[in-house]
């Protein structure tokens, strides 16, 4: 694989974090293989938590969107590791809108992508307990 595909990979997650800022999922799924393997932090004690599969992350989405309103998501760095891998840094601080808790965290999320472009691993990390907290009535 070229280092051009490479560099794409790293703008392809950074158009996916914009999207994500306008609330527009579809491109961000645009961007998810059929083969996805993506996995929300947190398991079952965050609603948005689990393994999902292909367009399934759109429940990811849909979850996440119906828990939390963002106040703050900022990613700080995007890096292209060897040719099918991205890694990002952020922080991130939400609303619960279960409680009106809020919870404040750097992130860490992990992507992998197949030849065409196409996410097909995906793995966020951020502090699962203050969001569980956040939650709790």
Known sequence: MSTT???NNAATVATMYEAF??????????????????IGAGGEFTPQGGT???KEAANFFKHLGESVEFTVFNPTA????????VVSFGNMTGIS??????????WTMHFKFNDEGKVVYFQDFF???????????
């Open 5 to 7: 595909t490479a560099i």
């Open 21 to 38: 800022g306008r609330a527009d999922i579809q491109t961000i799924l645009d961007n998810v293989d059929d083969s996805c393997e993506w």
């Open 52 to 54: 999902y599969k292909g």
């Open 78 to 85: 995007i890096h292209n590791i060897g040719d099918n891998e």
């Open 97 to 106: 809108r279960k409680t009106g808790k809020t919870s404040s965290s750097d």
């Open 127 to 137: 502090n699962t307990a203050a969001a569980y907290v956040a939650e709790l009535e």
